[in-house]
T-cell receptor, first 111, second 113 residues
Framework: GQNIDQPTEMTATEGAIVQINCTYQTSGFNGLFWYQQHAGEAPTFLSYNVLDGLEEKGRFSSFLSRSKGYSYLLLKELQMKDSASYLCAVSRYSSASKIIFGSGTRLSIRP | EAGVTQFPSHSVIEKGQTVTLRCDPISGHDNLYWYRRVMGKEIKFLLHFVKESKQDESGMPNNRFLAERTGGTYSTLKVQPAELEDSGVYFC???????????FGQGTRLTVV
């Protein structure tokens, strides 16, 4: 089977940095995705990691360690609009079309 | 460019009734996915179309759910007859490449009473 774990809720301060962790257990791991979802809106693609290492995209970075089954999403220079749920998701070689989502981390930014 | 659009945005129906959800993907996207988020749970995959063909429908919960994509453009997801546990938000997504790099619609919030 597969299992994705991420914290349910986090709080951070505007202008600061926050790291959202995700651990996964799945056979035939292919790649890992991060999505952002504001309340009542569609999930929005943020990043995709296939190989180990850090992918940087503006204020957001995503890290993957395949051997440890671990990823994190790093958000810098936090803004109030970053308050949202952040979804970790994985794909498998055996069924590449099926993306398996974690329950999401609800991030609240305080002034 | 228009994104993925879903209709209706909300639907409230009685148990036993039929509901049809529609998804219009981004023009030119061959891949179309349906997902569902039941209250308090994670988003779960339902099925994947490549053009008009069902590539993977392993996530469909049971035979009360029927998805179609005639002509390889828009897709419909019909629930007949609806049960209380079918309540949730149904998302559609489309992509041209890797399945996770997909654009999601706003979702249809289905409430079965």
């Amino acid at each position: 089977g597969q299992n994705i774990d991420q914290p349910t809720e986090m709080t951070a301060t505007e202008g600061a940095i926050v790291q959202i962790n995700c651990t996964y257990q799945t056979s035939g791991f292919n790649g890992l995705f991060w999505y952002q979802q504001h309340a009542g809106e569609a999930p929005t693609f943020l990043s995709y990691n296939v190989l180990d290492g850090l992918e940087e995209k503006g204020r957001f970075s995503s890290f993957l360690s395949r051997s440890k089954g671990y990823s994190y999403l790093l958000l810098k220079e936090l803004q109030m609009k970053d308050s949202a749920s952040y979804l970790c998701a994985v794909s498998r070689y055996s069924s590449a079309s099926k993306i398996i989502f974690g329950s999401g981390t609800r991030l609240s930014i305080r002034p | 460019e228009a994104g993925v659009t879903q209709f209706p945005s909300h639907s409230v129906i009685e148990k036993g009734q039929t509901v049809t959800l529609r998804c219009d993907p981004i023009s030119g996207h061959d891949n179309l996915y349906w997902y569902r988020r039941v209250m308090g749970k994670e988003i779960k995959f339902l099925l994947h179309f490549v053009k008009e063909s069902k590539q993977d429908e392993s996530g469909m919960p049971n035979n009360r759910f029927l998805a179609e994509r005639t002509g390889g453009t828009y897709s419909t997801l019909k629930v007949q007859p609806a049960e209380l546990e079918d309540s949730g938000v149904y998302f559609c997504a489309s992509s041209q490449g890797a399945p996770g790099i997909a654009f999601f619609g706003q979702g249809t919030r289905l409430t079965v009473v």
